[in-house]
């Protein structure tokens, strides 16, 4: 089975997703059914490009991945979309699609990830993952819990990565939106 850190290995700009965090081995059990699929994938927080190319060779060839980024970036974004502009806005929410993967990777703080998980679960797949990275501490985890709607509340959670490099941010929230 392939693994995300190959394709962290193989991209020429390294996203922190698998040096200053460590998340790509937790991303290959939440993404293992997604892995033969085409999948729909959309980041916020570019950067230097490093996460879409690597999920851009992670996933099957003719898979959609997209990023949101409001600031100029230097990145080699091939075969991937960039959305220009602040991604936690009615405005940007009303251009988008529905994807399989949303992950929040952008500003980190909390009434942007509060805005994030309250309104872009709409635009998750049903089966789909919404991820937020990097939890702040100043984040109240039971009330980011209590913004999910009841019907996923029991399919959300938190993964602390944080002794894996003594991190004190290294924590995804996650919210599988199970099929009814
Ligand atoms: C940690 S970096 C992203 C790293 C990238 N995801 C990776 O793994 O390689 C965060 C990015 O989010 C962008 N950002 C911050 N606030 C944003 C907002 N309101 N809308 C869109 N992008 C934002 C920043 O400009 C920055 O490029």
Redesign the pocket.
């Known amino acids: 089975m392939k693994r995300l850190r190959e394709s962290w290995e193989k991209s020429q700009t390294k996203?922190?997703?698998g040096d200053v965090h460590s998340y790509l081995e937790v991303y290959d059990l939440l993404f293992a059914k997604f892995a033969q699929e085409k999948v729909s994938l959309l980041?916020?927080?570019?950067?230097?490009?490093?996460?879409l190319a690597m999920f851009k060779d992670f996933f099957q060839p003719g898979s959609e991945i997209h990023g949101?980024?409001?600031?100029a970036?230097n990145a080699a974004l091939n075969g991937v979309a960039v959305f220009f502009?602040?991604?936690?806005t009615d405005e940007m929410l009303s251009v988008l699609g529905e994807y399989d993967i949303l992950i929040d990777?952008?500003?980190h703080t909390v009434q942007?990830v509060e805005f994030f998980v309250t309104w872009y679960l709409d635009k998750v797949k049903p089966g789909g993952l919404l991820i937020v990275e990097d939890i702040q501490p100043e984040i109240n985890q039971e009330n980011l819990l209590k913004l999910v709607p009841e019907e996923y509340r029991k399919s959300a959670f938190f993964v602390d990565c944080k002794q894996s490099k003594g991190r004190y941010d290294d924590m995804l929230f996650v919210i599988h939106k199970a099929v009814k």
Do not use: L
């Not at 949101?68 to 600031?71: H, K, L, R």
């Not at 502009?85 to 936690?88: E, F, K, L």
């Open positions: 996203s922190d997703k980041e916020i927080g570019v950067f230097n490009g490093g996460s949101i980024e409001n600031q970036v502009g602040n991604a936690y990777d952008g500003s942007d």
